[in-house]
């Protein structure tokens, strides 16, 4: 006999979604399964969950056959005892305290790619917030629609980053940056030399999002395990709702409504090189974006990844945005010491050159 009630953990769980506002079908999910093994004699639920024939029943699928197979072996569900860590904990006060730990952000964008500002705004709006520094990740050659920077532009960028660093307050600073494509076989779309030399890098995925899976895999794992690169940003490339109402700007890009799906790769295995290598998880912070989904960042905090909570702003009012960030982050118990943008801008170079 088992000790639990595997119909009582599915509605539990169910609960515990809803009240954390998540996504109706995942909650339906639950709710559904414990509908479909509500109607059926505990012996036939303990005989399917052996036999690995729950799923064959209308509304139980893997993650609810497994919560079930757990609950009967006497276990309290892994996807029960996540979201049960978090319970109880007062989130809206550990998001403000995340926000507050945070010293600076690691992706934004100027008008020299596709950001709406120049850099010298950018960074003034980033004093004004309270920032230590941010660091200017402007994109790569490679995404022409975003006028990404050649090599030379890259250079020419960094001598002008000198230059407005000299006159901004004392106890601010900008830190180079880019964010770096990472191409279809997982090499980065900037020239060594130079992608030493920056502060941060940010390597992304921008073109190719429906590779399939294994390809995807690959290509993400050869640049995860690439020095240079520090953080993965927008890690699965998804898009959740249309941009806001007010943030489109003159070469900001994908203006018009569009949602897009996840791209599909083995998350455990890029959190786990993640995690060896010290690649940090960006925790993307625009609304439409939302990426990771929460159940990647609950799994790549399990794998031991550090994060980056970051605004990827392209215009000087996103760069508030790290809010959205960090209630995602806190949902999913994320500590702050786990957030690389908590150090000091001394310790995030000293950090990313031992990467290098
Ligand atoms: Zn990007
Ligand atoms: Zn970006």
Redesign the pocket.
Known sequence: MSARDPIADLRRIAFLLERANEATYRVRAFRSAAKALAGLPAAEVAERAGNGTLTELAGVGDVTARCVAESLAGEEPVYLRRLVATEGSDLDAEATALRAALRGDCHTHSDWSDGGSPIEEMALAAVELGHEYVVLTD?SPRLTVARGLTAERLRRQLDHVAQVNAALPEGFRILTGI?VDILADGSLDQDDELLARLDVVVG?V?SGLKDERSKMTRRMLKAVVNPHLDIL??VTGRMVSSRPAGVTGPGDRGHRARTRAESDFDADAVFAACAEHDTAVEINSRPERQDPPKRLIRRALEAGCRFAINT?AHAPGQLDWQRFGCERAALCGVPADRVVNTWSAEQLVEWTHART
């Open positions: 994109h964010e992304s921008h940003g927008h990827d």
